[in-house]
């Protein structure tokens, strides 16, 4: 097998993102984030482990407990390679949380949920993730929980 075959069946390692990439956040608390070293995702959900590392988060932040909390499921979701930036707001308003429930959600129930919210909010069915995309999600996420223990 050549290195090249060894990259491709490497086990899939979770996704990291500049903080300014996590949706939902100003500019001013992007900045308060910076101040405080968290400047990736992965420093974020690091940081925010267990509700008192959030706790001692917001305290610090002078901010509400649920931005935290809001923030911190925001960046755990966004690891998932196939959901980072661009999906984990959707995830979140559908109620997934955590990379964990995301992978103990059955898909179908899954899409329903996600199809649901997008026909409320855009009337659009078209801009739904497709049931391929939330299984993709859901292995990755399975995969990035695996690789973890």
């Known amino acids: 097998m050549s290195l090249k075959q060894k990259v491709n069946v490497s086990p899939i390692s979770s996704s990291n993102w500049s903080i300014e990439q996590l949706p939902g956040l100003s500019q001013q608390e992007q900045a308060q984030l910076q101040n405080c070293g968290i400047t990736t995702t992965a ?3 690091k940081q925010g482990k267990t509700p ?3 706790l001692v988060l917001a305290n610090k932040l002078h901010i509400h407990l649920q931005y935290v909390n809001k923030w911190v499921a925001l960046a755990d979701l966004a690891r998932i390679p196939g959901v980072g930036t661009q999906y984990c707001g959707l995830l979140l308003h559908a109620g997934i949380a955590s990379v964990v429930q995301l992978a103990a959600t059955p898909i179908h129930r899954l899409h329903q949920q996600l199809l649901r919210l997008v026909v409320a909010t855009m009337q659009r069915r ?9 299984q993709q999600w859901s292995q990755q996420a ?3 929980l695996s690789n973890e223990r």
Do not use: G, M, N
Not at 126 to 134: A, F, G, K, N, R
């Open 126 to 134: 078209d801009l739904c993730p497709s049931i391929e995309q939330v």
């Open 52 to 54: 008192a590392d959030r």
């Open 43 to 45: 420093a974020l959900v």
């Open 142 to 144: 399975k995969t990035v």
